[in-house]
């Protein structure tokens, strides 16, 4: 059984998230047409440019790579699959859309948690009791590339997962199945990255209905 899991996007923007789904046993409908999200089982929001601060309250002071048309949808997609109680999984960007999406505000400029000479740095996270602690331990390592993170949570938003310097980097909703990370399973396909789309799926398929 391969769950299908909706993208806004193309599928060659996002290579590397079909590569890590289909090497987990999923399969990615890539579309920017949300007529073309119904029948899916999930949703995945990966990352890319920054969301626009006024959807969170704040002027720009640090924000770039936006993509209002891409807000707007993603939003829209949110709304329509935890009306439905599906599942969500956010990846960097996708974390912090979720988090505004439910109510909460973004860090728009955090030192120390980009990418180094275009690859990825690596730090450790402590994890409390969750899916993540399951699939990661209590103490791991986890690539980071992002610029800005999670601040204030969003409603019904729960952290499950910070760096030693105390930034966001696992969250849940207390009331849908609502997933986030800060860091890029995608490009981690080793143990860490691959449960993590493992667990994913089987939530997947414990959601209902939908195509094979």
């Given at each position: 059984?391969?769950?299908?899991?909706?993208?806004?996007?193309t599928?060659r923007?996002?290579?590397?998230?079909?590569r890590?789904?289909?090497?987990a046993?999923?399969k990615?409908?890539f579309?920017?047409?949300?007529a073309?999200?119904?029948g899916c089982r999930?949703l995945?929001?990966?990352g890319g440019?920054?969301?626009?601060?006024?959807?969170?309250?704040?002027g720009n002071?640090?924000?770039?790579?936006l993509e209002?048309?891409?807000?707007?949808a993603?939003?829209?997609?949110?709304?329509?699959?935890?009306a439905a109680?599906?599942?969500v999984?956010?990846?960097c960007?996708?974390v912090?859309?979720?988090?505004?999406?439910?109510?909460?505000t973004?860090t728009?400029d955090l030192?120390g948690?980009?990418a180094?000479?275009?690859?990825?740095?690596?730090?450790?996270?402590?994890t409390?009791?969750s899916?993540l602690s399951?699939?990661?331990?209590t103490?791991c390592?986890?690539n980071?590339?992002h610029?800005?993170?999670?601040?204030?949570?969003?409603?019904g938003?729960q952290?499950a997962?910070?760096?030693?310097d105390?930034?966001t980097e696992?969250l849940f909703?207390r009331?849908?199945?609502?997933?986030?990370v800060?860091w890029?399973?995608e490009?981690?396909?080793g143990?860490t990255g691959t449960?993590?789309?493992?667990?994913f799926?089987?939530r997947?398929?414990r959601s209902g209905?939908?195509?094979?």
């Amino acid at each position: 059984m391969h769950p299908a899991i909706f993208v806004f996007g193309t599928e060659r923007r996002y290579a590397n998230y079909k590569r890590a789904v289909e090497a987990a046993g999923g399969k990615i409908r890539f579309s920017t047409d949300l007529a073309d999200a119904q029948g899916c089982r999930a949703l995945l929001l990966p990352g890319g440019g920054d969301l626009e601060p006024w959807r969170y309250g704040q002027g720009n002071t640090a924000s770039g790579g936006l993509e209002p048309e891409r807000d707007e949808a993603e939003f829209r997609l949110l709304e329509q699959f935890t009306a439905a109680g599906k599942p969500v999984l956010g990846i960097c960007r996708g974390v912090q859309a979720i988090n505004v999406w439910f109510g909460g505000t973004l860090t728009q400029d955090l030192p120390g948690h980009q990418a180094v000479g275009g690859a990825d740095s690596f730090h450790r996270v402590h994890t409390e009791p969750s899916f993540l602690s399951d699939i990661c331990g209590t103490d791991c390592p986890v690539n980071s590339a992002h610029h800005q993170a999670v601040d204030r949570l969003g409603r019904g938003l729960q952290a499950a997962q910070w760096s030693e310097d105390g930034v966001t980097e696992g969250l849940f909703c207390r009331e849908t199945p609502v997933w986030g990370v800060q860091w890029h399973p995608e490009r981690m396909p080793g143990r860490t990255g691959t449960c993590l789309f493992r667990a994913f799926l089987a939530r997947c398929r414990r959601s209902g209905d939908g195509p094979d």
